[in-house]
């Protein structure tokens, strides 16, 4: 099974930026799509981004414009670049590794988000 990592949460203010990261281990990282989910108190886990093995992305229409992931497969990491923050951002955001719809990868603890207004 993957093993995620996730890391660069933290406590800022509205309209600040925060860079999350996500290092996979295994071999089959560079070949699967990776994705950021985030869950938010009192509600259900949902995707923020994901981007294929060819570097192809989706977004939440929530953070379009506003979030960019990307990748180095060399790394076996994920990035979630997170600019223009909002309170309605404040969740734990995970990482995982998806083949053919399927988590690769335990949902581990996350990295928790908290923007303040």
């Known amino acids: 099974q993957v093993q995620l990592v996730e890391s660069g949460g933290g406590l800022v203010q509205a309209g600040e930026s925060l860079r999350l990261s996500c290092t996979a281990s295994g071999s089959t990282f560079s070949a699967n799509v990776a994705g950021w989910y985030r869950q938010a108190p009192g509600k259900q886990r949902e995707l923020v981004a994901a981007?294929?093995?060819?570097?192809?992305?989706n977004y939440a229409d929530s953070v379009k414009g506003r979030f960019t992931i990307s990748r180095d497969n060399a790394k076996n990491t994920v990035y979630l670049q997170m600019n223009s923050l909002k309170p309605e951002d404040t969740a734990v955001y995970y990482c995982n590794v998806f083949l053919r719809g399927v988590a690769l990868g335990a949902w581990g603890q996350g990295t928790l988000v908290t923007v303040s207004s």
């Open positions: 981007i294929s093995s060819g570097h192809s992305t």
